[in-house]
C-alpha cells in the first residue's frame, strides 16, 4: 500500500503526540501522585461513617454516602481539620450510587453499594471546600453535599 | 430500488420524532440549570432527552440510512424487506414500552440505566427489543452482505460498505454486554425474581456496551464525510485505502477500552485501567487518519474549484451549499469534541472532569454534532430524492447548519468551562442548596443562551423536514442512489486483507478478552449480589 508522504508524515507527528500524552500521564501519575481510584480489597464495606484523626494532622474519614447527604460521623454535613491535614476518605455507598467531587481538589470518586473506594489528598490552604454529590440518586440530589472547612 | 423509499423514510419519521421530543427537553435542562423555568421533573426530562435523542433517534435513523447505504453499495435490493420491516416493528414496540414508563414518571433513570435505582420492567424490557430490532436490521445487511458475495466472488468490497458494516460488528460486539446486563440483571430483578443486583457488575457490562455504542452513532457520519461529503464538495476522497484502514482499526479499539467511563469506579484496579486508557489512545489514531483524509479531500476540492496556496483552496468550498454547510460545521464541532475527548480519556486527568459538565460539554459536540448535525446534513441531501421533492427552505437549511455551530459552541464552552469549575452533570442546578463562584452562574447563563440557539436551529430543521416532504416543489427526476464520492487513491491500491472481515474481528475478540478478563474477574470477586430495588422518589429500598 503507497502511504502519501505528507500523510506518512502526519500519521508520525499524531503517532508522537499522542505518546507524549501518555508520558504526561505516566509523569502526573508517579511524580505527582495524581492516582486513580483502585480496587481495595482490605477495607470491607461499611454502613456508618466515621471521621478519625489518626495521628496529628493526618484524618481518616468514612463515607457513606446515602440518599441524599453524606455520613462522615461527626452527625453534620461538614468536618474541620487545621490546614496541611493528609485526609484518607474511604467511600462507599448504604443505597444507590452516588459520587464525591471536591473541585478544589483532584478528589473524583464513586460511591457504590457493595465496594470501597478511596482517594487520599492533602488540604494545604485554609478555606471552605465544596464536597458535592455528581452521579444522579434520585429526587433530592441537588440537595447532596458536604463541606470540609480547613481552619489556620 | 423503489421499496427502500418507505423502509427508510418510516425509520426516519419515529427518529426524528424521538428527537423533537427529545430536543425539547435539553432545552428545559440548558434553562433550569441557570435557573430560568425550572419547575418540571428535571430527571424524567433528563432520561427522555438521552433515551429518545442518544437512543432511539440514532437507532432508527441508522438503521434507515444504513439500508440504503448497502443497497447503493452492493447494488442490489435487501434480503429481505419483508425481514427489514419486521426489525422496524420490533424497534417500534420497544421505543413504546421503554417511552411509556418513562413519561409516566415510573423510570426516570436516565439513559445509563444504573441500577440499584430501579424503573418500571417495561423500561427494560422495552430497550431490550429496540436492541434485538437492530439486530434484525444487521441481520438484513449481511444477508445482502453474503448474497452479494456470492454473486460477486471476486470483487473488492466497495467503501461505502466497508463503513456500513463495520457499523453493526461494533454495534453487534458490544451489544452482547448490555444484553447481558438487561437480560441476566435488570429483568429479573425489576420483575421480583431475584432481590437483590450488583450495582458495579451492571456497570462494567453498560459501559463495556456503552463507549462502542458512540462508534455506532459515528462511524454513519465517518461514512458520510469519507463516501459523500467530497463529492459534495465538488471533488475525490484523497485515500479509499487509508479509510479502510481506518475503519478496520475502528473494529479493533472501539470495545477494550469501556473501563476509561469507570476511572473513578472503586473495585476495578488501576492497572486495569490504565490498559484501557492505553487502548483509547489507539482508538483515536484512527480518528486522526480521517483527519488528515478528509482535510486533503476538501484541499483537492477546494484546489478543483479553482482556489490555490496554501490555505486558498478553503475560501472556495461550497459554504453556500445545505448539506455541506452542515457536514464541515459537523466536522469543526468534531475537531473540539474529538479533543475533549482525549482529555477525558487521560486516566488521571480525568479526574478534574468526571462527572462534571464537562462530560455533556465534550459529547454534544460528538453526538450532538458531528453526529446529529451530519445525519441532519443527510436528510437535506437523502430527504428530497425520497420525498420526490425539491429541499424546503434551502436558507432555512443553511441557516440551520450555521446556527447549530454556533449555538453549540457557546453551550459546549460554557459547560466545559464550568466543569473545569467541579460543576456536576445529571443535577437539577437551578434547585441546588450549594452554590458554585459567581463566575458559574454567567457560565450556566451562557449554556443557556446556547441551548436556545440550537433549539431554536433545531426547529428550522423540522420546518426544512416537513416542507420537503409535503409542500416543496415537486422534482422531476426520482431516484434513490446516493452521490457516492470517486476516490484519488483508489481500492486498487489497498491491500486485500482490509476487506478480510474474518482477520479484523478475530483481533478485536482477542483485546477484547485480554481488557476485559481481569477487570470481569475482579469485579465478580470484590461486588456482592447485594443490592436491594430503589425508586428515585425514596431513601428506603422498595418493599417486595
Redesign the interface.
Known sequence: ????P??KF??IV??IL?GA??L??AY??FVWG????????VTRPFSKGAFIETAPKTYEVQVVA???YFDMGTGKNEITIPAGSKVTFF??SG???H?I????K?????A???????VQTTFERPGEY?M????????????M?AKINVIQ | MGKIRSLTLWHWYVGFAALFVGLFFGLRQSLARAGIWAKYDYYQGLTLHGVLNALVFTTFFIAGFLYLTTENSLKRPLRSYALAWFGFVVLLAGTVLAAVPILTGRASVLYTFYPPLMAHPSFYIGLTLVVVGSWIAALVVLRTYLAWRRENPEARVPLMFIATATTYIVWFIATIGVAAEVLFLLIPWSLGWVKETNPLLARTLFWYFGHPLVYFWLLPAYLAWYTIMPRIAGGKLYSDPMARLAFMLFILFSIPVGTHHQFADPGIGSNWKALHAFFTFLVAFPSLLTAFNLAASLEYAGKSRGGSGLFGWWAKLPYGEPVFAAFISAMILFIFGGISGIVNASYNLNMVVHNTSFIFGHFHLTVGSAVTLTFMGLTYLILPRLSGRELFGRRLALVQSYTWLIGMLIFSFANMAAGRMGVPRRTDLGLSTYSFPQVVERLEKLSALGGVILYASSLLFFVVFLGTLFVGRRSKERSFSLPVTEAYQTEAEAPRVLDNWKVWIGIAVVLIIIAYTPVLNQVLEISPFGSPAYSPSLPVPLPR
Not at chain 1, 500500500?1 to 502519501?4: F, K, S, V
Not at chain 1, 467531587?101 to 478544589?104: G, L, Q, R, S, V
Request: proline share 5%.
Open positions: 500500500m503507497r502511504i502519501d505528507f500523510e502526519a500519521m499524531g503517532g499522542l500524552f501518555i504526561a500521564i502526573a501519575n495524581v492516582k486513580v481510584p483502585t480496587c481495595e480489597v446515602r440518599m441524599w467511600v462507599t443505597d444507590v450510587v459520587g467531587k471536591i473541585p478544589e483532584n478528589i473524583n470518586i464513586m457504590i453499594p457493595g465496594v470501597v473506594g478511596r465544596l458535592v454529590c455528581h452521579e444522579y440518586c434520585g429526587i433530592g440530589h441537588q440537595g453535599y
